[in-house]
């Protein structure tokens, strides 16, 4: 199967799950970022020359999906149903 249509399967399940377009963006990148540094051995300076990034923007991000944060209200009123 074809990158593309891998893609618009994943985008029709996302959209079936009401899945918000900034939450869909935010993840990938997440995802492809720890994908990189796993790829890099966690090398900071390899995983941002290999994602086309300045490391200190990668610092920063990575240092942002470390922090907790609290699920969106949608989440939290779709849970308690």
Known sequence: MQLRDQME???EEMLDGQILLNEAMAEFEKLYIQ?????????????AETLG???NT???RVA??????KPPK???ARRSR
């Open 74 to 76: 949608r989440l939290i």
């Open 9 to 11: 399967n994943l985008i």
């Open 53 to 55: 990034i300045h490391r």
């Open 64 to 69: 942002a999906y470390q922090t907790p944060t």
């Open 35 to 47: 994908k990189a540094l796993k790829r890099c051995d966690k090398h900071l300076s390899n995983t």
């Open 58 to 60: 990668l610092s920063k």
